[in-house]
């Protein structure tokens, strides 16, 4: 917000630590990190038409999801912003995070986590500032509201080819 008004801006994804990019925050440490903790204040809304996942597979490819909200063509993931100063420019930058939560049913079928998707009415809520943050807003969207759409084929078992005659063979 600047000047109590809201705007839509471009940020970079993923806060950069020593050792890692955190490309999304565990709704279960934004109390208890004080990374996440100190950045409560900081909330923002990421608009998406869907998302993709991998999932992990032993082996091979790994199959390629779309995952959207039924009946709507824009969804708000919850986040959180801070500014952050890119060590190969010595620029501010602002930069995000998506919260995440346990996966529903469905998603638990591809990946271990879940983007928390708020509800259009929630907007509001998730952005005013206030004393207490309304982690309330943060819960899993319902198995029946998620699609998902296989966009890569999925893995297939290897075939095993008859074996190969040599020009002697059978002589």
Same mark, same amino acid.
Request: glycine residues 6%; proline residues 9%; positive net charge.
């Given at each position: ?100 939560? &346990? ?8 990946? &271990? ?55 002697? &063979?059978?002589?």
């Amino acid at each position: 917000m600047k000047d109590g008004e809201r705007q839509i801006v471009e940020m970079r994804w993923g806060f950069k630590f020593s050792d890692r990019l955190a490309f999304n925050a565990r709704s279960d440490k934004l109390t208890t990190s004080p990374f996440w903790r100190e950045r409560l204040t900081q909330r923002c809304i990421v608009p998406a038409s869907s998302m993709l996942k991998w999932k992990k597979t032993a082996a091979g490819p790994k199959p390629k999801y779309r995952l959207s909200v039924k009946g709507r063509h824009v969804l708000g993931m919850a986040g959180l912003w801070g500014p952050w100063i890119n060590p190969k420019t010595g620029q501010w930058e602002d930069t995000f995070a998506i919260i995440t939560d &346990d996966p529903n049913t469905k998603m638990s079928e591809i990946h &271990d986590r879940q983007a928390i998707i708020l509800e259009p009415r929630e907007y509001a809520e998730w952005l005013n500032e206030g004393d207490r943050p309304p982690l309330h807003l943060l819960r899993i969207l319902p198995d029946e509201n998620l699609e998902i759409d296989l966009l890569s084929p999925l893995p297939t078992e290897p075939t095993k080819s008859p074996p190969q005659r040599g020009l002697f &063979d059978g002589m």
